[in-house]
């Protein structure tokens, strides 16, 4: 299945033959002080720039609706000035039908987190704030 879309992710997700967790890392964006000129142009047009995780968390396919639920609920946790870009992605896969437990999802969401600040995401899929996948390159 191509992932067109967040709510695809959903999807796939409940349609995997063991129960799963939904693993985000929501990221913003920000300018490092010694940017260059260029780099600051780059960021202005919405490109660029460092990613600074901001807040993670753990769901069930089944927890989430849509994407829509998902930024509905992340905006009650952003703060007014640093509103998060992109949203980092993966799954955990249960067992003998069982979803595994938020506590299963601390340590690969604290591993998560640090390979963004790291810029190691490739096993991640990241969303913008519409649900639509990015691709870095």
Not at 15 to 43: I, K
Request: negative net charge; proline residues 7%; glycine residues 6%.
């Amino acid at each position: 299945m191509e992932i067109q879309h967040f709510d695809d992710l959903l999807a796939a997700a409940r349609a995997q033959a063991q129960p799963q967790r939904l693993l985000m890392v929501f990221v913003a964006t920000e300018l490092p002080e010694d940017a260059s000129a260029e780099q600051r142009a780059r960021f202005a047009e919405g490109e660029g720039g460092a990613l600074v995780p901001l807040m993670c968390v753990d769901k069930t396919p089944e927890e989430l609706d849509s994407f829509a639920t998902l930024l509905a609920e992340s905006q009650q946790f952003e703060l007014p000035y640093q509103p998060w870009r992109l949203v980092f992605t993966a799954a955990l896969s249960g067992s003998n039908g069982q979803a595994p437990t938020s506590e299963d999802a601390e340590s690969p969401l604290e591993r998560m987190v640090e390979s963004v600040k790291l810029g190691m995401f490739g096993n991640l899929l990241p969303f913008d704030r519409q649900g639509q996948p990015v691709h870095f390159g």
